[in-house]
């Protein structure tokens, strides 16, 4: 055997092993849970109305609710009770947390992107939305266009941001980005004049200004959509078992309607209506067993 084949065969090993060993953790998902005793529920602070603290430190939201459903149903395949421990995540930290093991699945605001899928797998899509600006509505903007050599507030890393940077750079607005932790950071600089736009996910940013900015009036959630979002429940990448049965529990919630009571439940509150193509998205996804 020549020393190329060799080494051919010794790499070919090695992939062999590295990919055998990653798919071994990966479906150790429901036994590490089963082990355990508890499953780890990744959840974002003040991502409002879908995964949040309450004003009594408790975790609360449409996305959690969701996750509630994915919980029982792991009940039920493995035929015990299970603790649910609540770790709190962030922007920066939520991809890490999930494919470290930390959190079993990730329950927030989290898009469904083609890159993020080369680290972790999603659910099917259980929300969809897009870009879009909040703005105080005396300044008159009405368009991404209208912000030329201004400054937006933004997540770092998100697709709000990948979106405002490629409008900046195709058509010369020569914006300046402010990087905000979450949408409470976010509003704030809007109203106190730091920023002159915050650029985010349509529909929470206008439940947010709705229900937790200081003067809601005085604020507008304006433009087309810069990008489709659809959010989806994040989990470590190569178990198809578990991202089956995630999907199950989704399934079963879009079929019954249970998803829709979850919404009147979680956005009626706001004044914020689920979009038709959301109610498109539910009809879809009710994927029978």
């Known amino acids: 055997m020549t020393s190329s084949s060799l080494l051919y065969r ?3 090993m090695l992939a ?15 036994k590490r849970i089963d082990e355990r005793g508890q499953i780890n529920v990744g959840h974002r602070d003040s991502s409002v109305p879908f995964s949040y603290y ?17 919980v029982e149903e792991v009940k039920k395949k493995l035929g015990k009770d299970l603790k649910v421990n609540f770790v709190p995540i962030t922007t920066a930290n939520r991809i890490p947390q999930v ?20 680290q972790v797998d999603f659910s099917m ?57 979450d949408y409470a950071e976010g509003f704030l600089s809007l109203e106190t004049g730091r920023i002159d736009a915050l650029a985010g996910d349509g529909t929470p940013m206008a439940v947010f200004a709705a229900t937790r900015a200081r003067k809601p009036a005085d604020l507008a959630v304006v ?20 991202r089956l049965l ?9 079929e019954s309607g249970e998803a829709q009571k979850l919404l009147a439940k979680h956005f009626g509150p706001t004044g914020v209506k689920p979009t038709p193509e959301l109610l498109n998205l539910y009809q879809s996804q009710s994927i029978p067993d």
């Open 99 to 118: 494919t470290s093991g930390a959190v079993d699945m990730e329950c927030g605001t989290t898009t469904i992107t083609l890159g993020r899928m080369e």
């Open 223 to 242: 433009g087309r959509l810069l990008t489709t979002d659809p959010y989806g429940i994040m989990m470590q990448r190569g178990d198809a078992d578990f």
């Open 54 to 70: 309450d004003e009594n430190k408790q975790v609360v939201g449409y996305t959690v609710d969701l996750c509630m459903k994915i």
């Open 246 to 254: 995630v999907n199950r529990a989704l399934a079963k919630a879009f």
């Open 10 to 12: 010794s790499v070919a």
């Open 125 to 181: 899509p259980f929300w969809v939305t897009g870009t879009q600006l909040a703005v105080q509505k005396k300044e008159r903007i009405q368009q991404a266009e209208d912000l030329k050599g201004k400054t937006v507030g933004v997540l770092q890393a998100s697709t709000n941001e990948r979106a405002l940077q490629k409008l900046s750079q195709d058509k010369g607005l020569n914006l300046k980005f402010n990087y905000i932790k």
């Open 16 to 30: 062999l092993l590295v990919a055998t060993t990653t798919a071994a953790q990966a479906q150790a998902i429901l």
